[in-house]
């Protein structure tokens, strides 16, 4: 079992800048591919980034610029670094796992993200 709890979420002022955290519960990175999605309400679940082998990351259209994905291999935690907010971010944050394998997918509870002056 996998497990992941994000943090960072919060509110911020248009143009402003986010960092979110995911921890794992254990040493995954080589595994799994990490990665960052986010739903807004009434909207569907949408890719933010992700960050697999070799650290090769890929990010959504409306994020690429913006938002960076990284991660901490001592710390098993990954990040993402959201700048330039605007309100077209806010969203719940969710943290995934998706075995490299079979697909299994994990998910975070999530982080609140609200943009608004």
């Known amino acids: 079992q996998v497990r992941l709890e994000e943090s960072g979420g919060g509110l911020v002022q248009p143009g402003g800048t986010l960092r979110l955290s995911c921890v794992t519960s254990?040493?995954?990175?080589?595994?799994?591919?990490m990665g960052w999605y986010r739903q807004a309400p009434g909207q569907e679940r949408d890719l933010v980034a992700t960050?697999?082998?070799?650290?090769?990351?890929k990010y959504g259209d409306s994020v690429k610029g913006r938002f960076t994905i990284s991660r901490d291999n001592d710390k098993n935690t990954v990040y993402l670094q959201a700048d330039r907010l605007n309100p077209e971010d806010a969203a719940v944050y969710y943290c995934?796992?998706?075995?490299?394998?079979?697909?299994?997918?994990?998910w975070g509870k999530g982080t609140l993200v609200t943009v608004s002056s």
């Open positions: 995934s796992a998706k075995h490299f394998l079979t697909g299994n997918q994990y």
């Open positions: 960050i697999g082998r070799g650290d090769v990351t």
């Open positions: 254990k040493s995954i990175f080589s595994y799994y591919e």
